[in-house]
């Protein structure tokens, strides 16, 4: 049965973990069908010179530098809205980036389909929020991990442009998931019931 991911468990500073530990998991919001995630990118601290973190806390940042578990929504190019969640302890900014779902590629994509914006900023990832993650017992075997770089951030430079942080899977290649098993449904014995109506009631006369 599908579970909630409690907000707590992305509390830990392990950020590479946090985003392979997404993939298979599913994204859910309100009103709409549960979605597998399968492609996401990590943003790790200030020191990442790609992560918006880099320059420091600022009024767009400040979700960042609070506890793990809740939602980094920003607009990029004035056009597309991107999701993350923020991951680890607070005053450690990280993200990760939810880039595509099953069927849907691209973190544009993502936001356009559920109708998510700006207003789910600094939600939690729960039910109250609106917006949470659901492990529905999926695990990615570690051949069917992609890890490359991540997308669209040359200003990073080359070293940090170049970290492998960028993971994804095809769900596709998932092992097929047999259905569970569903209990036996009794049967009458043949002859037993019209027996029993020919001997009369059971007890004493």
Known sequence: MPQIVPIASWRRRA??????????KYLVAEGH?????TEVEAYGGERD????????RTLRTDVMY????????????????????????????AAILIRGLEGCGGPGRVT????????????????????????????VPRALLRRGPRIGIAYAGPVWAAKPWRFSFDPAALPRRLPEPQPAKSRPVPGRGAARARQGPAGPT
């Open 112 to 139: 356009r389909q559920l109708g998510l914006d700006r207003r789910f900023n600094g939600a939690p990832a729960t039910r109250a929020g609106a917006l949470w993650i659901e492990d529905h017992g999926i695990r």
């Open 33 to 37: 069908e549960p979605r597998m995630i």
């Open 15 to 24: 950020t590479l973990s946090h985003a392979r530990h997404l993939l298979g």
């Open 49 to 56: 010179l790609a992560s918006h973190a880099r320059v420091g």
């Open 66 to 93: 609070g506890p793990g578990g809740v939602w980094y929504v920003y607009l990029c190019y004035g056009i597309h809205e991107m999701l993350n969640l923020v991951v680890g302890p607070p005053d450690w900014p």
